[in-house]
């Protein structure tokens, strides 16, 4: 069997310590050029891969970086099955961009609800020592973690955190994505569109509901509250949601869901009533995860950049750990908007 090459080896063919080969993988500083050019030719000539300890060992960086999701809303999302894969789209990206700089992202869920949040917060970083953190929501807006990074003096991330603060924030513009999808149900020629918010823990449910509120108004419409369904991202929700506009003397002709999981929700109501989409009910979603893209008919969402908002952050956070100064305290990361058959038919 083919043995493993180790850092030892390296500093054993190379003649010099395994500190001294571990500055020259992390290009670090005081080591001599002819020293430099024999522990390259002995990486080179054994074929070595280099571990992340042997990363650490050359300096203060641990090259690891720590992603905090919610606990119960993860777990619920895994269990229930119901096709979600934001998780997957912020791992891709993060992991990805962590990679092409020599980085590892681990995983972490923290619950957001707890009394004990800051505690949980504070082991996982004492266990792990990352160079960053990065945070999802709700926790990208929850003050006691965010305080408590500033207090350790950790560089973090606050994905889709629309609310100034500290840390870089990562976001897509939510209200001009709300502002899009609802316009584009107006252009159709619907005067009465409803609006499914998300949850209030969330800023960027504000966020979205500002971007309904001004189409409606550019269009000279007025804003009716009856057609705000009060949600908090889950199908249940949604349907209490539809089922309230279905209760009016007027119900909507079109819906806006601030996620999937409703806007499914609100096909279903539809269904069960008769209702054909999108000749009777046009809906517009949010996330454009793979069960809208294949349930009948086809649901037009905003596409979130969930992947990319990811590995934006990861690089802010490993450049920052490396000492660059010149970065921005936030970057705004486009969105797409997909038109399938639940406003239009084809």
């Known amino acids: 069997m083919r043995r493993s090459v180790t850092i030892k080896h390296v500093a054993a063919e190379a003649g010099v310590s395994l500190q001294t080969v571990s500055r020259v993988i992390n290009n670090g500083p005081n080591v001599r050029p002819e020293v430099r050019e024999r522990v390259n030719a002995a990486v080179e000539k054994l074929g070595y891969v280099p571990s992340l300890a042997a990363q650490r060992m050359g300096g203060s960086r641990s090259y690891l970086l720590l992603a905090?999701?919610?606990?119960?809303?993860?777990?619920?999302?895994?269990?229930?099955?119901?096709?979600?894969d934001w998780v997957d789209q912020m791992l891709l990206g993060g992991m990805l961009k962590s990679a092409e700089f020599g980085y590892r992202m681990i995983f972490e869920l923290v619950?957001?609800?707890?009394s004990q949040v800051e505690r949980e917060v504070q082991a996982a970083i004492s266990a792990l020592h990352p160079d960053g953190?990065?945070?999802?929501?709700?926790?990208?807006?929850?003050p006691l973690i965010t305080q408590l990074l500033v207090q350790m003096g950790l560089p973090f991330a606050r994905i889709g955190s629309v609310a100034a603060g500290p840390g870089f924030a990562i976001v897509m513009d939510d209200r001009a994505a709300a502002e899009v999808a609802t316009t584009h149900l107006l252009d159709l020629g619907h005067q009465r569109v409803g609006f499914i918010t998300g949850s209030d823990e969330y800023v960027l449910s504000g966020a979205r509901l500002d971007g309904y509120r001004r189409a409606i108004s550019n269009r000279g419409l007025p804003l009716d509250d009856d057609l705000?369904?009060?949600?908090?991202?889950?199908?249940?929700?949604?349907v209490?949601?539809?089922?309230?506009?279905?209760?009016?003397?007027?119900?909507?002709?079109?819906?806006?869901?601030?996620?999937?999981?409703?806007?499914?929700?609100?096909?279903?109501?539809?269904?069960?009533?008769?209702i054909q989409v999108p000749?009777?009910?046009?809906?517009?979603?949010?996330?454009?995860?793979?069960?809208?893209?294949?349930?009948?008919?086809?649901?037009?969402?905003?596409?979130?950049?969930v992947a990319a908002m990811a590995a934006e952050a990861a690089r802010l956070l490993i450049?920052?750990?490396?000492?660059?100064?010149?970065?921005?305290?936030?970057?705004?990361i486009p969105f797409d908007f997909t038109v399938r058959r639940s406003t239009r038919a084809d």
């Open 68 to 84: 905090l999701n919610d606990r119960d809303r993860t777990i619920e999302g895994w269990k229930s099955g119901e096709g979600t």
């Open 111 to 114: 619950d957001t609800h707890s």
């Open 133 to 142: 953190v990065i945070l999802t929501p709700p926790h990208s807006d929850n």
């Open 228 to 238: 705000v369904g009060r949600g908090d991202f889950s199908f249940e929700s949604g």
């Open 240 to 274: 209490r949601a539809m089922e309230a506009f279905f209760a009016l003397e007027s119900p909507p002709t079109a819906v806006v869901a601030s996620n999937d999981q409703m806007a499914l929700a609100a096909l279903r109501v539809a269904n069960g009533r008769g």
């Open 279 to 305: 000749d009777g009910l046009a809906i517009v979603s949010f996330d454009d995860t793979p069960i809208v893209r294949f349930s009948n008919p086809p649901l037009t969402a905003v596409v979130q950049p």
């Open 319 to 332: 450049r920052a750990k490396a000492g660059d100064k010149d970065l921005p305290p936030g970057v705004t």
